[in-house]
């Protein structure tokens, strides 16, 4: 069996799949170098291409958009509290 599993941040991983996307060394002298194996290097490389063109566009929608969703659940989530408090004292009034 193996060791335990390694996890990388993100500031590592940014920097290897930079490394690899400019292509001065081979994937081969990465892995060696940075301790990480080819396969996981050309995973990076690929998903940091995937996710360049999305960081010049719809940037500020995209946290427009997420801030509307969380304010939504936020009021669904106090409405939900008002409706219970409401029973809760409904229950105690009987109770007394």
Known sequence: MGGKRRRFDAAFKA??????????????????????????????????????????????RRSEKDSEELTAELYRQIGQLKVELDWVKKKAAMLR
Request: glycine residues 8%; proline residues 2%.
């Open 15 to 60: 920097k290897v799949a930079l490394e690899a996307v400019r292509g001065e060394k081979t994937i081969a002298q990465l892995s060696s170098e940075f301790g990480v194996h080819g396969n996981q290097i050309r995973q990076w490389r690929r998903h940091l291409l995937n996710e360049l063109p999305s960081i010049f566009t719809n940037g500020r």
